[in-house]
């Protein structure tokens, strides 16, 4: 008989538990728990230490809703990641190619972005408030690609860098943006890092993605945030510079300390 998944999605049993790492099986169940919550916080409670009265948590409230929370996962082979996925009754999407974290993981690992084939999946969960919504966004970096290594997957299961909790934001615009930016900056301490446009996702005109992670100063929960816009926003990224010595600090800072308990 079916048992019930963290997701709240009834599952069968499986015999591919070597798809994912232990690790990674963990890591899974932590974001599905993660995402679960997050669907029925506050936006100050996901972006606290920022005050709930504050520009960040208001301006969040007005113009945004809670969307996901992001894991990366290391699958056997892509086919086999999927299936497993839906084995557990989490009904994956269909993948697609993911640019922006290609290019963060190359950069990160000094890697050539050809060799870095991630993607992307999302997983619908049965949510508290009663919808069904794909909140679990899952990157996937198989073992069977040319640009993977072993320490790759050490290093990110060990610091979780491409966890996050993420924010769709309702209508765009290059001023709505700025005022999250600065906004986020000033009241939760959070750093722009950067973004990215995905023409594979958000529609015809494709999606931006705007990256953020908690200044070195702050020890909570939640250490990255993305804000996710329909349409193509290159202009916005291209014109504003992003917080990069500061960046670095909180990412060297991270390193040497470990993960968060929980994105």
Sequence with gaps: MPALHSSGNAVEDISEEGVFSPSG??????????????????????????????????????????????VLL?????????????????????AVPSVVVRHRLATRYLLDPVGCDVAIT??????????RHAAVEVFLFPRDRIGYHSHIEDSEVAHGFERHTAFVVRRPSTTLLARLVASW??????????GGYN????????STVLYF???????????????????????????RARDADAVDRAYRRWQATGPAASD
Excluded at 199 to 206: A, D, K, L, Y
């Design 25 to 70: 099986r963990r890591q899974l169940a932590d974001t599905i728990n993660a995402a679960r919550f997050a669907s029925t916080a506050t936006p100050a409670t996901l972006l606290a230490p920022a005050p709930q009265d504050g520009e960040a948590a208001r301006l969040t409230e007005q113009a945004c809703l809670f969307d996901h929370c992001g």
């Design 74 to 94: 290391f699958p056997d082979t892509l086919e086999a990641g999927l299936r497993h996925l839906d084995r557990l009754g989490l009904a994956p999407l269909p």
């Design 122 to 131: 999302r997983l619908r969960l049965q949510l508290p408030d009663g919808r």
């Design 185 to 194: 900056r000033a009241d939760a301490g959070l750093l722009w890092e950067g």
């Design 199 to 206: 023409p594979h996702e958000g529609g015809p005109e494709g």
């Design 213 to 239: 992670v908690r200044d070195q100063a702050y020890q909570t929960e939640r250490r990255r945030f993305e804000l996710h816009c329909a349409g193509d926003f290159r202009d916005f990224l291209d014109g």
